[in-house]
């Protein structure tokens, strides 16, 4: 089971800001504290090319990233401040996730510790996302032929807006979204299938959903390969979700997204998306739960 980290995932920010940057020094610690993985399964990926990045983003746009000329508006709207160890983060996470899903075609599954970057479009990023790792990573799959039709499971509370409309018409990538229906984003793109969740939706109300989703889904499309974002803001800890979901709900999640892929024989890469409880452990703890539910299937 191949893991991509870096310690460049744990941005500094200004103190306060919202954003739980140290989970990424925490999630692998974590991992090997408790014997989940060994040192040699991490992997460090390299910064992800510029003709990567531009199978997917417009060039006007990744020429504001890298030369950092964002606007006042555009960074508020990303939420992070603009510097290059922030864009060079980004590229080393869309690399991550390529990386990923290359381990995946060969040995069923690949996690990155980063990633689910789903609220960056084409022309902008915003939600916390500069560039968008799973679009970048499909683009790169159909591009270099080794995936004919994608699916992108996205289970993180908040609507993968920028990933919807990147891919919107495009008949070779299936994209899936179930979250809060009036949680962020406030105006939703159109997902392929979009399920929307009311507030307050419980582990009983979510897993049946979600199965018999799941059970529709990989009936009807037989995808090539999915990418699976695992966010954690579903929990009922979370500051911004909405849900009531458990750590055990959560870890159920899991093991109903890899069985059905492991199940189905279809490769699998995996990011973990958002979290945003105020005890950092909560996080941490669900996070390496999805680690351990891949470890136990694959």
Not at 12 to 34: D, S, T, V
Not at 49 to 73: A, F, M, P, V
């Amino acid at each position: 089971m191949l893991i991509a980290y870096d310690p460049i995932f744990a941005h500094p920010l200004p103190e306060g800001h919202r954003f739980p940057m140290a989970k990424y020094e925490l999630i692998p610690a974590q991992l090997l504290r408790e014997g989940i993985v060994t040192i040699d399964q991490f992997h460090k990926p390299q910064p992800v090319s510029e003709e990567t990045i531009l199978l997917t983003h417009t060039r006007e746009y990744w020429d504001k990233l890298k030369n950092g000329k964002l606007s006042e508006k555009e960074v508020r709207k990303i939420g992070l401040p603009q510097s290059p160890a922030l864009v060079m983060r980004e590229r080393v996470i869309c690399q991550g996730t390529i990386d990923c899903a290359l381990h995946a075609l060969e040995h069923g599954i690949g996690l990155n510790v980063a990633g689910g970057t789903h609220h960056a479009f084409t022309d902008h990023g915003e939600g916390f996302c500069l560039m968008n790792d799973f679009a970048v990573a499909t683009n790169y799959l159909l591009h270099q032929k080794l995936a004919g039709y994608v699916m992108i499971i996205d289970l993180d509370v908040h609507q993968g807006n920028g990933t919807a409309a990147i891919f919107e018409g495009n008949e070779r990538v299936f994209t899936f979204s179930m979250h809060g229906e009036h949680n962020y984003p406030f105006h939703k793109e159109t997902s392929v299938w979009d399920v929307g969740l009311p507030d307050g939706t419980t582990d009983e109300e979510y897993l049946p959903k979600l199965e018999s989703c799941l059970a529709s889904l990989f009936e009807r499309e037989r995808p090539d390969f999915v990418f699976y974002l695992s966010g954690v803001d579903i929990l009922a800890t979370d500051r911004y979700g909405r849900m009531k979901v458990t750590e055990n709900g959560c870890r159920c999640r899991d093991e109903l997204v890899l069985n059905t892929v492991k199940q189905y024989g279809i490769p699998c890469a995996v990011a973990m998306g958002g979290g945003y409880s105020p005890q950092l452990r909560h996080i941490v703890n669900a996070h390496c739960n999805t680690f351990k539910t891949a470890a136990a299937i694959f």
